[in-house]
C-alpha cells in the first residue's frame, strides 16, 4: 500500500513540475523573412524607422528558392518595413514609391538618414523604390516572384 501510494504522489509530483515548467510562455522571437522565387539571385536591402530616424542596411543574398532573415529579434519593433530588391545583373524589382539610399550590390552597409546625411547625397550612394510591408509584431515571410 505504501509503495502504490508513493508511485501516485511521486507520479502526480513529477506531472506537476513538468507542467509548471513547461507552462510559462518562451520568449518569443519575431521575424522578417524574405523568399526569393523569382528564378535568379536576388540582394535584398532593408528600411525601417529606428527611434525618430530612418535606416537602411543590407545586402542580403539570396539564391533562387531560398530565404533569409532580415530582420529578427525578441520581436518586430516596427509594424512597416521596407524592401528593395534587386538581380545580379543589377536590375530592380519594382517598389511602390518609398525611397531611401543604398549603396552598391555586394558591399555591406547600413545608413542612418541622421548620422549620414552627407553619404546619402554622395555619388556613391543611390536612392532606390522601395515597397512597404506591414508586418504587425508577427513573423512575416514576404516573396519576391
Known amino acids: 500500500m505504501f509503495k502504490q501510494n508513493f508511485i501516485r504522489i511521486f507520479s502526480l509530483s513529477v506531472l506537476i513540475i513538468y507542467s509548471l ?3 510559462f510562455p518562451s520568449k518569443a522571437h519575431a521575424w522578417l523573412k ?9 540582394y535584398v536591402a532593408v528600411g525601417q524607422v529606428v527611434g525618430d530616424d ?9 539564391s533562387n528558392n531560398k530565404s533569409a532573415i532580415v530582420v529578427g529579434g525578441n520581436r518586430l519593433p516596427n509594424d512597416y ?14 517598389g ?12 555591406q552597409f547600413t545608413i542612418k538618414a541622421a548620422d549620414d546625411y552627407d553619404k546619402c547625397l554622395s555619388s556613391d550612394f543611390q536612392w532606390k523604390d522601395f515597397r512597404e ?4 509584431s508577427d513573423n512575416m515571410v514576404y516573396t519576391f516572384d
Not at 524574405?34 to 536576388?42: A, D, E, P, Q, R
Not at 510591408?133 to 504587425?136: F, I
Open 81 to 94: 518595413y521596407y524592401l528593395y530588391a534587386e538581380y545580379e545583373d543589377g536590375g530592380s524589382i519594382r
Open 96 to 107: 511602390d514609391g518609398y525611397y531611401f539610399s543604398i549603396t552598391t550590390q555586394g558591399s
Open 133 to 136: 510591408l506591414n508586418v504587425g
Open 54 to 62: 530612418w535606416k537602411t542596411e543590407g545586402w542580403w543574398e539570396i
Open 34 to 42: 524574405v523568399y526569393n522565387k523569382t528564378g535568379k539571385k536576388i
Open 21 to 23: 515548467l513547461f507552462s
